[in-house]
């Protein structure tokens, strides 16, 4: 069964912690995606990957980074985590959009709920 | 600039009824894609439907049809006949494809559907 594997479900962090959010897919995607999910904002692209060690800025790339280093696997990171980074970050992937068929979507892994006290 | 407006935040049924989820997005893009999924209470966001910008055909599966229409921007989500298991956020996405190629998600609907 083709997944989107998140490496937490639940992670509580302090403030100023350096925070490693994981995310792996097995379907050997192009692209890969990392969005974060809050009430009444519904989900904002923070950043994306078209290809290893490829990365693009979303919506709200401020506070964070990302790391490409191999094509199944897409990192998001905190460098100092902080109490407005309280949220639930979703990871995504797909096919590159040249080789879509008619079902092709993206993917998303369960999420992971980051708390930052 | 892309966007996607959801402009129900909650809306709220007694079992059975039919209920429409308005979703109308923005893009000076010709060539797109528009996506629902569905985020039930367990958390994870289910695909239901991908619809090609020139593909106004308008489609049903069970209970579920939508309807695009591109000459209004909108992309409407019917659930015939409710049922409680349908109680979700859906979300509204709209990919584009000409340049970066991303997915722009509206603010969600919360349905409850009540027995």
């Known amino acids: 069964d083709v997944k989107v594997t998140q490496s937490s479900r639940y992670l509580v962090k302090r403030t100023g912690e350096k925070v490693f959010l994981e995310c792996v897919q097995d379907m050997d995607h192009e692209n890969m995606f990392w969005y974060r999910q809050d009430p009444g904002l519904g989900l904002r692209l923070i950043y994306f990957s078209y290809d290893v060690k490829m990365k693009e800025k979303g919506d709200i790339p401020e506070g964070y980074s990302v790391s490409r280093e191999k094509k199944e696997r897409f990192s998001l990171i905190l460098e100092s985590a902080s109490t407005n980074q309280t949220s639930m970050y979703l990871c995504?992937?797909?096919?590159?959009?040249?080789?879509?068929?008619?079902?092709?979507?993206?993917?998303f892994g369960s999420g992971t709920q980051l708390s930052v006290l | 600039a892309q966007k996607v407006t959801q402009a129900q935040t909650e809306i709220s049924v007694v079992e059975k009824e039919d209920v429409t989820l308005d979703c109308v997005y923005e893009?000076?893009?010709?060539?797109?894609?528009l996506f629902w999924y569905k985020q039930p209470p367990s958390g994870e966001l289910v695909f239901l439907i991908r619809?090609?910008?020139?593909?106004?055909q308008n489609e049903i599966s069970g209970r579920y049809s939508w309807n695009f229409q591109k000459s209004t921007s909108s992309f409407n989500f019917t659930i015939t006949a409710s049922q409680v298991v349908d109680s979700a956020v859906y979300f509204c996405?709209?990919?584009?494809?000409?340049?970066?190629?991303?997915?722009?998600f509206g603010q969600g609907t919360r349905l409850t559907i009540n027995p």
């Open positions: 995504a992937s797909s096919q590159e959009v040249g080789r879509w068929d008619r079902n092709e979507k993206l993917l």
């Open positions: 996405a709209l990919f584009l494809i000409q340049g970066a190629q991303k997915l722009v």
């Open positions: 893009t000076r893009d010709t060539t797109y894609y």
């Open positions: 619809r090609n910008s020139f593909d106004e």
